[in-house]
């Protein structure tokens, strides 16, 4: 059997399965048979702009990636609002919450993952609310409509965007977040406490170093009213949103056999440890990593839509990321270690009056992480300089002050800055 012949089933219509269905479809050795099944009830959507979405920075429409005429025009079965519950490898089928039982040939599982729920006192009651999904974010939008109080835990890029888009549409909102400043995985303490002064600025409070200690029930005992904290201090509540990290979604594959650890395990290819199925985005593992950010997955998507046209891809490998925060009005942009080590040269420009900071960490004159808030246009060039891995000691001096002002120092190919842009 060709390629071309073969029955792909991808499960998963969120962002990783929605982008690989367009690279396939792209190829001309596409698979003539493909179902793609999501158990979410819409066709693909823009997850990550349902933060600015929850501000009301933008129409819902805009965050539709297709419409079902398109899957129909592209010959790609949509199957909305299924869940696939079973997979039978011996026989390679797959089963669904609806009965429906479908024959694949090659089988791609791309379920994401779900919102971590903090396990303390309390946590089974209602109105414990997450922001992962479309009818989360239309919760939250028609929660903080009706104004009140809101506190939402985690102090991280999510927790983080959700706050400020329920305090856009009205409500009060706290934000608990248990380590020592905002965004610890991706600002230093002076960029978090730059970030913290501008959104108590807007209206936001924030409590730091803050441990969650228990939901507060109300008299039912039925319902969140608030949280508790450890230090004692009680944060009354309308809505309490959970924004504390990301568990994949294995339970298809686990019970299936496939081989999992924190996420499915995939090698450099996506595949599973049944040659017949693959993995990626959120739901999958590579060499101990798991996924919470877009573009390590749109690599991994270039590879499958590959592999599943029968070319040979470049195997996926690890590179770093880098990071920003969705909230309108503020600039900031991250990558690499948070913590200088010994051997760092570190790399300091700080302008309280104009709300600029940046910090270098330069490892024998390479470029090795970049905390920036405020003006940020260098940040991609930083982050390219880092990637290439060029000695950058030439321009040292002006390294803080960016391309324009650095790259004519450096004995560096000008393409950097064209890569940047
Ligand atoms: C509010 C928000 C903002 C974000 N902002 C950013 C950002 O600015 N930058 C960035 O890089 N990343 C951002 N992210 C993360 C980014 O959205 C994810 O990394 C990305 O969506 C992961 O893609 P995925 O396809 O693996 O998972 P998902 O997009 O979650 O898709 C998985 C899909 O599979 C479905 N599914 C699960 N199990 C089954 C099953 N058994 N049967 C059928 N269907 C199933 C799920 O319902 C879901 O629709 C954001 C995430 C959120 C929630």
Same mark, same amino acid.
């Given at each position: 059997?060709?390629?071309?012949?073969?029955?792909?089933?991808?499960?998963?219509?969120?962002?990783?399965?929605?982008?690989?269905?367009?690279?396939?479809?792209?190829?001309?050795?596409?698979?003539?048979?493909?179902?793609?099944?999501?158990?979410?009830?819409? &066709? %693909?959507?823009?997850?990550? $702009?349902?933060?600015?979405?929850? #501000?009301?920075?933008? +129409? /819902?429409?805009?965050? *539709? @990636?297709?419409?079902?005429?398109?899957? &129909? %025009?592209?010959?790609?079965? $949509?199957?909305?609002?299924?869940? #696939?519950?079973?997979? +039978? /490898?011996?026989?390679? *089928? @797959?089963?669904?919450?609806?009965?429906?039982?479908?024959?694949y040939?090659? $089988?791609?599982?791309?379920?994401?993952?779900?919102?971590?729920?903090?396990?303390?006192?309390?946590?089974?009651?209602?109105?414990?609310?997450?922001?992962?999904?479309?009818?989360?974010?239309?919760?939250?939008?028609?929660l903080a409509d009706a104004g009140g109080r809101a506190v939402v835990i985690g102090g991280g890029l999510l927790g983080l965007e959700a706050?400020?888009?329920?305090?856009?549409?009205?409500?009060?909102?706290?934000?608990?977040?248990?380590?020592?400043?905002?965004?610890?995985?991706?600002l230093d303490a002076t960029a978090a406490g730059m970030l913290a002064a501008e959104l108590r600025a807007r209206g936001l409070e924030i409590h730091t170093g803050a441990d969650l200690a228990a939901y507060a029930p109300n008299a039912d005992g039925q319902r969140a009213t608030g949280v508790v904290l450890s230090d004692g201090t009680t944060l009354a509540a309308d809505c309490v949103v959970a924004a504390i990290g990301i568990v994949p979604n294995t339970s298809l594959a686990e019970r299936a056999g496939l081989t999992t650890?924190?996420?499915?395990?995939?090698?450099?290819?996506?595949?599973t440890s049944d040659p017949h199925i693959s993995a990626l985005g959120e739901c999958c593992e590579f060499e101990g990593t798991t996924y919470g950010l877009i573009e390590p997955i749109w690599r991994q998507v270039e590879v499958l839509a590959a592999r599943l046209c029968g070319d040979t891809p470049e195997p996926y490998r690890e590179r770093p990321c880098a990071t920003k925060l969705k909230v309108s009005g503020i600039s900031l942009y991250a990558f690499g270690p948070i913590t200088p080590?010994?051997?760092h040269d570190v790399l300091t420009y700080h302008d309280p009056q104009h709300g600029d900071y940046r910090r270098l960490l330069l490892r024998d004159g390479r470029l090795e992480g970049a905390v920036l808030y405020g003006d940020t246009a260098a940040g991609p060039w930083y982050f390219q300089c880092a990637l290439a891995g060029h000695d950058l000691s030439a321009g040292r001096q002006a390294l803080l002050f960016g391309e324009h002002d650095a790259q004519p120092l450096l004995d560096t190919p000008d393409t950097l800055s064209e890569e940047a842009a």
């Open positions: 059997m060709s390629a071309n012949d073969e029955h792909l089933v991808i499960v998963g219509n969120g962002m990783a399965g929605h982008r690989l269905l367009e690279r396939v479809l792209a190829h001309p050795h596409r698979p003539r048979h493909i179902t793609i099944l999501g158990d979410e009830p819409e &066709t %693909a959507y823009n997850r990550i $702009l349902l933060s600015p979405w929850l #501000a009301g920075e933008m +129409d /819902r429409s805009a965050l *539709t @990636l297709r419409e079902r005429d398109w899957y &129909t %025009a592209q010959g790609v079965t $949509l199957i909305a609002g299924e869940r #696939a519950t079973a997979i +039978d /490898r011996r026989c390679r *089928t @797959l089963t669904t919450d609806q009965g429906r039982r479908l024959a040939d090659r $089988l791609v599982l791309a379920t994401g993952s779900r919102a971590a729920r903090p396990s303390v006192t309390g946590s089974d009651l209602d109105g414990i609310h997450a922001f992962r999904d479309l009818e989360d974010g239309e919760r939250l939008a028609s706050a400020e888009g329920m305090r856009k549409r009205g409500m009060t909102v706290s934000v608990v977040h248990r380590a020592t400043h905002l965004m610890n995985r991706q650890a924190r996420g499915i395990q995939v090698d450099a290819f996506m595949t080590a010994p051997e």
